[in-house]
């Protein structure tokens, strides 16, 4: 029997913790910033959708109590393994596992992308409810004056080694509109929004533009 291509390839899908240490991932310029804003804006930080807490890397020695969860306890296994994060939780963006107001800061990257359209909104909601100070939400598609673009790509395919196979699943890439996501971080409580566009990662021509929304609550 052929081996599926997709498990020839060697970094992904099937073994997602192995891409959130390629290069292009690692050394993106956008989170020393992310960093950077989060040093200067408290001492408390939550990485919704944190992956395997690559972030982690540009808290550890400083004064900043980094927090991470992710929905996959996969990825928390890794951080752990990897990373040797120390506070890294298992949980929904949707339903974030935490009282309100329990970080200074709370930002996702790369997350509401491939969130089904209408759980976007929640999401962030979320993520205003458990920040004092500030919350970061930062795209990998660079949302747009145009109509937002909810596509979910057809069927894709892994192989699973826990279960030895191809496993399929739906998955959202979507861009949002610029002015509708402004509108929401204002009824949730945005005092001020910057927004940060255009980061890229020279050092790696194949790696993303990213844009940061900086939304000051207070």
Known sequence: MA?????????????PERWHRQPPHITHPVR????WIVRENGVSVLDVGCGTCTDYLFFKGT???????????????????????????????????FQDSSFDVVYCKDLLEHLP??????AVTEL????????????FRA??????????????????????????????????????ILQLLRELGAKQTRIIRDIRNLLHKESNSQTIFVSWLK
């Open 63 to 97: 004064s900043v109590d980094y927090h991470g969860v992710d929905i996959t306890p996969k990825f928390a296994r890794a951080a752990h393994n990897s990373h040797m994060v120390p506070n890294v939780t298992v949980g929904d963006a949707l339903h974030l596992p």
């Open 143 to 180: 949302p747009t004056n145009a109509e937002p673009d909810f596509h979910q790509g057809e069927a894709i395919g892994f192989y699973s080694c826990d279960y030895d196979r191809v496993v399929e699943f739906g998955f959202w890439y979507n861009r949002y509109n610029e002015d509708e």
């Open 32 to 35: 020393k910033i992310i960093s």
């Open 117 to 122: 359209p209408e759980t976007w909104k929640d």
């Open 3 to 15: 081996i599926p291509y997709f498990k020839r390839w060697g970094y992904l899908p099937y073994n």
């Open 128 to 139: 205003f409810r458990v920040a004092t100070r500030m919350v970061l939400l930062v795209f």
